[in-house]
Antibody
Framework: QVQLKESGPGLVQPSQTLSLTCTVS????????VSWVRQPPGKGLEWIGA???????DYNSALKSRLSISRDTSKSQVLLKMNSLQTEDTAIYFC??????????WGQGVMVTVSS | DIVMTQGALPNPVPSGESVSITCRSS???????????LNWYLQRPGQSPQLLIY???TRASGVSDRFSGSGSGTDFTLKISGVEAEDVGVYYC?????????FGSGTKLEIK
């Protein structure tokens, strides 16, 4: 069955770089797009960016200058890197599968706290 | 960016009552392929969001037929017929027409 699982550090210091991994199973990264979405504590959902089945990427313009999404198809992993982190980047980070321009499967999410 | 605006519910809602959640987009979500790229999600407390409706009115796999979506190019409604305890949570609309994908701020459903 389709599964996505996020992993990464729970705590990142301000100005440092966040690295998250999304490991997928039950589908191929060369057939489906994977996207990242985040949710600050008690707040709504924000789309971060996506890597398409062909390998191209699209990013939220508000975050684009700090963001990189890549993948390792041999490991079925999608990688998110965001630099210059600030306290407002504190959030649950979800990876999702994209189908029909909707997010049809979600990971459990990983909480990332930006604090010194 | 396309702005998504959601309405509120008169919480708490009595169990068994039907409710409608509204969502409005700042731009028509009707694409040239004839599909309207509006999606609905439910995020239960402590859980990840789950897809309920895509293309404005198509239920996702395994979603109860108590959920139905409708609308025009810019005004949308998610109807829940006969709310149950398991429907508690926050409902989000999301546009999939163009980048950046954007979500509404969410509509909370509480049940009496």
């Amino acid at each position: 069955q389709v599964q996505l699982k996020e992993s990464g550090p729970g705590l990142v210091q301000p100005s440092q770089t966040l690295s998250l991994t999304c490991t997928v199973s039950g589908f191929s990264l060369t057939s489906y797009t994977v996207s990242w979405v985040r949710q600050p504590p008690g707040k709504g959902l924000e789309w971060i960016g996506a890597i398409w089945s062909g390998g191209s990427t699209d990013y939220n313009s508000a975050l684009k200058s700090r963001l990189s999404i890549s993948r390792d198809t041999s490991k079925s992993q999608v990688l998110l890197k965001m630099n210059s982190l600030q306290t407002e980047d504190t959030a649950i980070y979800f990876c999702t599968r994209v189908r029909r321009m909707s997010f049809d499967y979600w990971g459990q999410g990983v909480m990332v706290t930006v604090s010194s | 960016d396309i702005v998504m605006t959601q309405g509120a519910l008169p919480n708490p809602v009595p169990s068994g009552e039907s409710v409608s959640i509204t969502c409005r987009s700042s731009k028509s979500l009707l694409y040239s392929d004839g599909k309207t790229y509006l999606n609905w999600y439910l995020q239960r407390p402590g859980q990840s969001p789950q897809l309920l409706i895509y293309w404005m009115s198509t239920r996702a796999s395994g979603v109860s037929d108590r959920f139905s979506g409708s609308g025009s190019g810019t005004d949308f409604t998610l109807k829940i017929s006969g709310v149950e305890a398991e429907d508690v949570g926050v409902y989000y609309c999301q546009q999939g027409l163009e980048f950046p994908f954007t979500f509404g701020s969410g509509t909370k459903l509480e049940i009496k």
